[in-house]
């Protein structure tokens, strides 16, 4: 069984320990390029790059004095400097290190949420080449429609689950964008030479035009990319949900041993797992929504969307970290029941296999609507009384003058329905074994 899973490496992304670390990072490397430049003495530089520190419970204690986050750093971090930390900060803005930084942690972020994606691409796979032939029956508006296979279903779910990667990858490129030109985006007290640089050394990009920040479209897509992501694992979740109803019961989320499903009923056996993930993805779209409030702001900028940000952007990521990861505990260890979606495709009595018919009519010149009278008023009767739908049909003179039993009886081979699915698989993608 797949171990269960808890995230250390997001959490320790969105730690105060981490965050206090980028921005360091993004002070240092913009002094490196302004003693290039001659803004620092290089020896002053090196004593910096020596003595940079910082003490997180140090930046609390400032705080709660100086009510700024960005000065009770730098408070701190000239503490460990001395000096030479007058230089450190020169013609930047808070925003250049906050949004420089929030960056980062996006995007390592985002490389987290790819792999775990990759993770379940691979369980989705594998599901899906196992069960590529296993029969079930296909249902529309909830009613058995036609037979369809288990490793379509899942081969499906490994397409979208492709474009959701696909977007959080697109996301990434979006958000990975480095912010230094001071206070209102100007460049007036610093070369944009220094905002290339440290782009460079980040592996982003600088921005084209900025105000005091950057511009929250970007956070917003990343929050869309991430709540969508999390849209479609609520759709595959909730489908797993009803095919584990007890009057279909052809999948069924893994049941430990010494689980328990209900303080009141010891038989239940609760599809939870799948359940929860349905609950957090309304939290993700929720999350979405403020993202989206935060890109219009006043002017250069307010600060409306910096309290928002720093709950909706953190804990939509570690929610769809956690998301992913009971999603691969689910599909990498779900009961599937060959058996019982085969008794369920004989439920209707072969009703599911009445387009075949019509359509066979009509490839003998038969009207549509003459065709779809025949085989109807056969399901109708199926419904009715609850009689095999191939005896019924046998014994229409009307159909019998069209078709002989033979014929009919063609009619109702499942591997019919299935003659495209290695074209299908091929082109999703899905090979191997």
């Known amino acids: 069984m797949i171990e269960r899973y808890t995230g250390p490496e997001m959490a320790k992304i ?5 965050k206090f670390n980028t921005w360091l990072k993004v002070e240092l490397l913009a002094c490196e390029k302004m003693a290039e430049l001659g803004i620092i003495p290089k020896k002053d530089l090196a004593l910096i790059k020596r003595k940079a520190g910082f003490d997180v419970k140090r ?3 400032i705080e709660k004095t100086v009510n700024h986050d960005v000065i009770a750093f730098l408070t701190s971090l000239s503490e460990h400097v001395g000096p030479a930390s007058r230089h450190i900060h020169y013609g930047m803005t808070s925003s250049d290190v906050l949004d420089t930084s929030l960056s980062l942690l996006m995007r390592d972020a985002a490389d987290l949420l790819l792999d775990r994606m990759g993770v379940l691409l691979n369980e989705t796979k594998k599901k899906a080449l196992k069960y590529k032939f296993t029969p079930m029956v296909g249902r529309s508006h909830g009613v058995h429609a036609e037979p369809v296979t288990f490793g379509l279903k899942m081969g499906l779910m490994f397409t979208e689950l492709k474009r959701v990667k696909k977007r959080l990858k697109a996301s990434k490129d979006v958000i990975s964008i ?17 905002e290339s640089y440290v782009a460079k050394k ?9 105000t005091q920040i950057i511009q929250r479209d970007r956070h917003a897509d990343f929050l869309n990319s991430i709540a969508l992501a999390g849209a479609v694992l609520e759709k ?5 949900r009803n095919l584990q109803r007890t009057e279909i019961y052809e999948v069924e989320e893994y049941f430990a041993k010494g689980q328990k499903g209900s303080s009141a009923m010891p038989h239940k056996r609760n599809p939870i797992t799948c359940e929860r993930i349905c609950g957090l993805a309304r939290i993700l779209r929720g999350n979405a929504v403020a993202g989206l409030e935060n ?16 709950i909706i952007i953190p804990d939509s990521a570690i929610l769809l970290d956690y998301m992913l990861s009971l999603m691969v505990k689910v599909i990498g260890n779900l009961n599937v ?3 019982n979606m085969v008794k369920n495709i004989l439920k209707t009595k072969g009703l599911v296999f009445s387009q075949r018919i019509m359509l066979e009519l009509t490839r003998r010149g038969v009207s549509r609507e003459k065709a779809y009278k025949i085989v109807q008023r056969n399901a109708m009767e199926v419904w009715k ?13 009307e159909l019998k003058a069209l078709m002989n039993a033979g014929e009919i009886e063609k009619c109702f081979d499942l591997k019919y329905y299935f003659k495209d699915v290695n074209r299908m698989f091929k082109s999703a993608g899905i090979t191997g074994r």
Do not use: C
């Not at 980040?202 to 900025?210: F, Q, R, T, V």
């Not at 890109?295 to 720093?310: G, K, M, N, Y």
């Not at 609850?386 to 014994?395: A, P, S, Y």
């Open 14 to 18: 969105w730690s105060q320990e981490n």
């Open 59 to 61: 930046i609390d204690e």
């Open 178 to 194: 480095v912010k230094i030109s001071g206070a209102v985006g100007t460049h007036a007290h610093l070369p944009a030479s220094v």
């Open 202 to 210: 980040l592996g982003m990009e600088p921005a084209a035009i900025s």
């Open 236 to 240: 595959w979740a909730l489908e797993i």
């Open 295 to 310: 890109v219009a702001l006043w002017h250069e900028r307010d600060i409306t969307h910096s309290s928002a940000e720093r």
């Open 337 to 339: 029941y060959p058996g």
């Open 385 to 397: 009384t609850g009689r095999d739908f191939k005896d019924l049909l046998l014994n229409d003179k």
